[in-house]
Each structure stands twice: as structure tokens, then as C-alpha cells.
């Protein structure tokens, strides 16, 4: 039998950790079996000291390390705390930069050129002039003026008797008129204007930059050219450079040759018109090439028919979009706009014939529910 102590040395057994420290032999006496044991993994005081303080010291030096690595600035971190330039506008961190910077560029233009003169006024001549035709009227009203006390803005009173106050103050009505017509300028609509700025603007805030800007050119434009190139970004299209551009293109270059648009349906022809043997060239080819119907040939002909000049031009043209008859008519456009730029006088006889005007039919769109523009399908009772 096994003695009680023995089996306490083999419960213990099961509990020892895998650490040998120190080996023991433990031996009974009613049964002689040697058995090899360790002692439990059970440190001195001492030792448990300086495992604590090496662990204290280690997670201390990590704990520092990573505290140094928080705490230490970036070459980026380092330069926003470092002094910068200042916004390039006092509206830099409003919610409307770009609105708020147009005021006051106006502001500083208004109080820069606050003091320069005025658009000129109207010449002498046109003043003397209305100033003879209102003398006139003033004296009809001095022998009236018992019975009439009317004031007529065109009409005007001596003063004191003096006929040159009355110079005086037919100038300056004639001058007030002047202003007004040669003050008005046509400038960007509201919704062009937001395009070009990026901005959503109210009707008010429309108005109030068009009457600052309204300020700005009654300036005379010949001592503020810079102020000028800065109107003419608020300005709209104007129409008198757009009909000299007309103009221009509707003369021959210094090649002798005319150039004109021609649109029919989806077809869009440009075309080139100079004197010479007659030859047509289409895209790069031919015309007998390009167009394979007699029709088409022939209708693109007619111009030069009609007006007998048949062999008489060297034509180029490049078109596209459409099929034959689009192009056929577009041509057939342009050619005509060229030949009344080489001859004005052609333009009854294309007239006429209806070669001058563009035709405007096209394709009717399909409607929804019905198989074309106008065809419907087959009713179908049941």
C-alpha cells in the first residue's frame, strides 16, 4: 500500500511548473521507489524585487519613448505654427469671397477715379445750335408771360433780363440730355453674369452692381484705359463690333476669295468661292465623285446656272452632318452667299429662285404612342 505522505508527493507533482530550479530526492521507507522531484516555481523576496523593478523600468522607457514620439512636431505641424502672410482680401473667410471682393474692387475704383473728369460733353456746334432755336421760344414767352406761368422743360426764362443767362442755362440742360444718352451702357444680363462669376445673384444685389458700374463709365474712357479693359468684362456683346465683323466677312480676302456658312437639316457646309476654271472640289473630292445622283449634281449647279457663271469659279467646300439631300442644300446655301459677295447685283436672280434663303423643314419628331410623327398603328378592336 501506498503511505499517505507518498500520495501527497504525487499530488503535488501534478502541480509543479516545468522551471527546475533545485532537484530533491524524496524516498519512503515502506515502499523504496526514488522519485525525482523539482521545487515549486517559488521565488525569494529578493528576486521578485528586481523582477518588479526591471519590468517597471522597461515599461517606463516605452511609456517615455512613445509619449516623445507624440509629443514631436512635424516639419508641417512646425510650419502652421509659424507666422503666414495675411488672406489677399478682407472677404478671405466670408461665405461669398468673390461677391463680396467685386464690391469692393468697385468701392476702390469709384474713390480712386472719384475725381477725374466726366465723358465729354457734346460738341459746340450742336449746343450753339439748340441754343438759337431755344432763344427763340424764350422770347415768344416773355410776351406771354403775364398770361401763361408754364415751365416746359424745354423752355427757359431770362433771368434779370440778361440774354447770356440764358446761354447758360440752355448749355446746361443740353449737357444733362447729353450725359444721360452717352451714360447708358448696355451691360451683362443677370444670368450671364452669374455664369461668368460663379455666383447666384439676387435682383437687388443685380442693381446695385450695375449702379456702381454705371458710375464707373461716365469716367471719360480716354484718360482710364485700364478702367476700360475692366468694364468690358461686364459689358455685353457689342453690336456694332459684331456687324463690322459681319461686314468683314462678307468682303473678299486679300486672296480674292469669298467665304459663306450653309445649313440644311443636320447639314452644315463651309464653303470657298474665287475665281478660276471652274473646278468644285467637295471634302477633297470631286464633285461628280462625291455626289452620286444626277439630281444632286445638278441642283448644286444651279446657282452658277441661273446667274450664267457656269465655269467661271473654282469652288472648295467641306461639309458635314446629314445625308446627300442636306448636304446637296447646304452647298447650295453657301455658294449663293458667296456669289452675292462677289456680285451684289446677283440678288434678284437668286432671289427668285429661292437660293438665298435657307430652308428651314426638317424631320417632325415621333410622337409618343403613335409609330411615326403623324402615323398611328392599326386599331385593333379586340
Known sequence: MISLKFRRLLFNINRIQPQIHNQRIYQDNNNPIIIIISKRNITNNNSNRQNYQQNYQQNYQQNYQNNQNKTQFSTEDLDALLPHEHP????????????????????????????????RQQTQQIIEAKVDNNLDKVKANNHNDNNNNNNNENDTILVNGDVNN?????????????????SVTLWKLRNQLEVDLGLNLKSNQYKQITQKLNRLAQIDPELTPRLQDFLVIFKRRDLEKAKKELQANKTLDKFGRAYAVGRRKQSVAHVWVVRGQGHVLVNGIPLADYFRLLKDKNYILKPFQVTSLLGKFNVWIRVKGGGNTGQAGAIVNGLSKCLLIHDINLKPILRKDKLITRDFRKVERKKPGLAKARKSYTWVKR
Request: aromatic share 12%; charged share 25%.
Open 88 to 119: 489677399p482680401s478682407l472677404s478671405y473667410f466670408t461665405a461669398r469671397p468673390t461677391y463680396n471682393d467685386l464690391f469692393i474692387n468697385l468701392d476702390d475704383l469709384i474713390n480712386k477715379y472719384k475725381k477725374y473728369p466726366k465723358r
Open 166 to 182: 440764358v446761354d447758360k442755362v440752355n448749355t446746361n440742360n443740353n449737357n444733362n440730355n447729353n450725359n444721360k444718352n452717352e
